[in-house]
């Protein structure tokens, strides 16, 4: 009843290259080609994006933008890599074990200030903060044990206390008593529930010191020296098409429902979905300095964060520089 479609996050990041659907505008003329990898399936998830291209941003802007649908199947980084997408959107986690590998790249923006990683339990027996996790089964894959154990060493908490339950990404072990939560995204899951009638309590791990960014846009080093006025174009279009999505999240969701009539997606989902992204990717700082934007300091707690998941990166891998050109 509650099954979603497995995230990318709970994959353990193979990188085997496959293909994925492809969707672009009509009658782009005498337009610089570019395309943009998703991370995912097609959801509310890239609302700005589906915005940015049905109103013609990157078009006015002579770009002429495909979106490439991720998936299972459909990492995000060798396309990038191997220059046949221009951007792609990945994970600070994601992207710091590519680079270790060698990958040249660099995260030029981030969609979701806040990681959407959240404990999800069930009111009559709630995880409300880190510390309620000792002595409670936690449902989850074990690729992820370097989440937990990290939220776990910030926040002075035994994990040694957790029992850990590997289980499929779906709600139904929580809903059936089978674990006493679940490490899910806050935008999935318990959406599911409660779009099934079924009460949550969601736990954020960023409101508890785990700084990971998500949803970031990577391109490589020789796109920032080559290709930069394509990266800034493509990054403004995102930039109108996300306050748009910000304005009215309802309209991005029935755009999300009726561009995509195939992909399965239903119109109350997909609302509850696009209100629930909001906090975490609009902020006091977007605010100020405008969609995307990071700074040293949130910079640093990615990289302390990082260093506990066993993936040391250093500030160079974040470069505000197209950012800086886009919000002027």
């Known amino acids: ?36 990898q998703l991370s995912w399936l097609h959801s509310v998830q890239f609302g700005g994006s589906y915005i940015a291209l049905q109103n013609g941003y990157w078009r006015d802007a002579g770009l002429d933008v495909s979106l490439l649908q991720g998936g299972p199947n459909a ?55 880190p510390a309620d996790l000792v002595g409670k089964r936690i449902g989850m894959a074990l690729a992820n044990m370097p989440v937990l154990e990290a939220l776990c060493a910030i926040n002075g908490v035994d994990v040694a206390g957790i029992e850990v339950v590997p289980t499929q990404y779906d709600a139904a072990p929580l809903v059936q008593g089978q674990v006493d939560c679940l490490l899910c995204w806050a935008t999935d899951l318990p959406v599911a529930m409660e779009i099934q009638g079924v009460e949550s309590v969601t736990m954020l791990l960023a409101d508890h010191g785990y700084a990971v960014h998500s949803q970031t846009y990577i391109a490589t080093e020789d796109s920032l020296a080559n290709r ?92 505000r520089s197209i950012l800086e050109e886009v919000h002027g």
């Open 75 to 129: 990492p995000v980084e060798p396309p990038v890599v191997a220059g046949t997408a221009l951007i792609g959107i990945s994970a600070a986690d994601y992207t710091a074990a590519a680079v270790t590998q060698g990958a040249p790249f660099r995260i030029i923006g981030v969609a979701m200030q806040k990681n959407p990683f959240a404990i999800a339990s069930l009111p009559g027996n709630p995880v409300n903060a």
């Open 1 to 36: 009843m509650f099954r979603t479609p497995t995230r990318r996050l709970v994959l353990g990041g193979g990188l085997a290259t496959a293909a994925a659907t492809l969707w672009h505008p009509r009658a782009a003329l005498a337009q610089q080609a570019a395309t943009l």
């Open 228 to 319: 930069r006025a394509e990266l800034v174009a493509l990054m403004a279009g995102e930039a109108r098409g996300w306050a748009e999505y910000q304005a009215d999240p309802a309209a991005a969701a029935q755009l999300t429902v009726e561009m995509f009539p195939d992909a399965g997606l239903d119109l109350p989902t997909q609302l509850l979905q696009a209100e629930r992204q909001l906090p975490l990717m609009f902020s006091d700082l977007t605010a100020a300095e405008g969609f995307g934007w990071f700074t040293d300091a949130t910079v640093a707690a990615n990289v302390e964060t990082l260093a506990l998941l066993g993936k040391p990166v250093t500030p160079d891998l974040w470069d």
